[in-house]
């Protein structure tokens, strides 16, 4: 009975040592910087969140920007096909992004942006982003 109780310790052992010593995760791979504007009606949103959603249904992620007061914005992506969302800017505590009072961070810029274009199953945004990144986005949302 005592053998019984070391054979299955060092079994247990030897299973957890090996599956330690498996091999090294991969890197995440490189992000290339994506610069773009916002419009609606020829004129700029802004204070809106951008989000860069891998087409990939794989790969989980999503890459974020706000945009500013001029409607640019500036995400950090790896390469790749992505549908685009635009959201109302998380306002934190203390401000909000704008570095103002709360009332222009989601009220203007929000109010610009229809429906469709806030989830990623209906919005008709997408971009490709490819080695060395973009800097000539235009997302129109007329």
Known sequence: MIMRGWVFVLLTGTGLFLGCSGKATQPPPPREPV???????????????VAFHPVDPADPNRYEGGTEKDGVFTVECPRGSYKVTINALPVGAGGDAAGGNLSGADVGGLKQVPDNFRKKATTPLSADVPEGGRKDLLFNLN
């Open 35 to 49: 610069r773009g504007k916002v419009l609606a009606g020829g004129r700029p949103v802004a204070f809106v969140l």
